[in-house]
């Protein structure tokens, strides 16, 4: 079904493992895929230069659940922790420092343009990790990998995508869906046409099936868009209501 309903948490990382004492985890995105869900720490730097690192901020975890359910398969709650069920690795700390582009900006905090990853995506071997920072010469940057590489024994294949940043460079109307799809894109998000054409997303969930997404980017609880710059009198509750029957693959709650 479609309907999300909050239920026990799931601790991903104790306090301390082989010596090693945790703290915070710094998740900065979840994406499931074929029994898995994925949940991944920001691989960066705090916010002040200087400040202590936490190496939990450098997992992806990974842990399988019941494809009809949801549920995973193994005993969780508040205080227990299933080492051998959720399953992480820091492998993409030396992928981010050897990645084109990102890794000048590698462990570096955000007040001086740090990597720091703020979404991840995943469908079959291909993981997108998408970066907050660094921005360079007005573009952004997502690390494509294979998954097989990150959780498996094949070595990892690690690609570098800049992005253009500007004023309106959004997905406005089907032909920009469309165009993004048949490029290798494995899902778009559509964030303030949303809110300002209902059924540009009715059809393009109609043309592409499983392949589109919605951003709630929200601020005091009202969606914000024009890359945050308004706030519309939806709340994130009310337009993820109006979405329940388009089709829509996923939502993407900010």
Same mark, same amino acid.
Request: include cysteine; charged fraction near 25%; charge should be positive.
């Given at each position: 079904?479609?309907?999300?309903?909050?239920?026990? /948490?799931?601790?991903?990382?104790?306090?301390?493992?082989?010596?090693?004492?945790?703290?915070? /985890?710094?998740? #900065?995105? $979840?994406?499931?895929?074929?029994?898995?869900?994925? %949940?991944?720490? &920001?691989?960066? $730097?705090?916010?002040?230069?200087?400040s202590a690192v936490d190496p939990s901020r450098f997992f992806i975890l990974r842990f399988r659940v019941n494809?009809?359910?949801?549920?995973?398969?193994?005993?969780?709650?508040?205080?227990?922790?299933?080492?051998? =069920?959720? !399953?992480?690795?820091? =492998?993409?700390?030396?992928?981010?420092?050897?990645?084109?582009?990102?890794?000048?900006?590698?462990?570096?905090?955000? &007040? #001086?343009?740090? =990597?720091?990853?703020?979404?991840?995506?995943?469908?079959?071997?291909?993981?997108?990790?998408?970066?907050?920072?660094? &921005?360079?010469?007005?573009?952004?940057?997502?690390?494509? %990998?294979? !998954?097989?590489?990150?959780?498996?024994?094949?070595?990892?294949?690690?690609?570098?995508?800049?992005?253009? /940043?500007?004023?309106?460079?959004?997905?406005?109307?089907?032909?920009? !869906?469309?165009?993004? /799809?048949?490029?290798?894109?494995?899902? !778009?998000?559509?964030?303030?046409?949303?809110?300002?054409?209902? =059924?540009?997303?009715?059809?393009?969930?109609?043309?592409?099936?499983?392949?589109?997404? %919605?951003?709630?980017?929200?601020?005091?609880?009202?969606?914000?868009?024009?890359?945050?710059?308004?706030? &519309?009198?939806?709340?994130? %509750?009310?337009?993820?209501?109006?979405?329940?029957?388009?089709?829509?693959?996923?939502?993407?709650?900010?």
């Amino acid at each position: 079904g479609r309907k999300i309903d909050p239920a026990r /948490l799931i601790r991903l990382v104790p306090d301390k493992d082989g010596g090693v004492e945790f703290g915070e /985890l710094d998740a #900065e995105g $979840a994406a499931y895929d074929r029994g898995f869900f994925y %949940v991944i720490g &920001s691989h960066g $730097a705090p916010r002040k230069p200087g400040s202590a690192v936490d190496p939990s901020r450098f997992f992806i975890l990974r842990f399988r659940v019941n494809e009809r359910t949801g549920k995973p398969r193994f005993r969780f709650g508040d205080d227990t922790v299933d080492t051998a =069920a959720i !399953v992480k690795t820091n =492998a993409l700390r030396e992928v981010i420092k050897n990645a084109a582009g990102i890794g000048p900006f590698a462990e570096k905090a955000l &007040s #001086e343009n740090g =990597a720091n990853i703020e979404g991840i995506a995943v469908k079959d071997d291909r993981m997108f990790l998408g970066f907050r920072g660094p &921005s360079v010469n007005g573009r952004a940057f997502i690390l494509e %990998v294979n !998954v097989g590489g990150v959780f498996g024994n094949d070595p990892i294949r690690a690609k570098v995508h800049a992005l253009p /940043l500007a004023a309106d460079t959004g997905i406005r109307d089907l032909r920009d !869906v469309a165009w993004w /799809l048949e490029r290798g894109v494995a899902r !778009v998000i559509l964030g303030t046409a949303a809110v300002n054409d209902p =059924a540009l997303v009715k059809a393009a969930c109609r043309a592409h099936p499983g392949r589109v997404a %919605v951003g709630l980017d929200a601020k005091r609880g009202r969606i914000a868009t024009e890359g945050w710059a308004r706030l &519309s009198d939806l709340t994130a %509750v009310e337009l993820a209501q109006r979405l329940e029957d388009t089709g829509v693959a996923a939502l993407v709650h900010t």
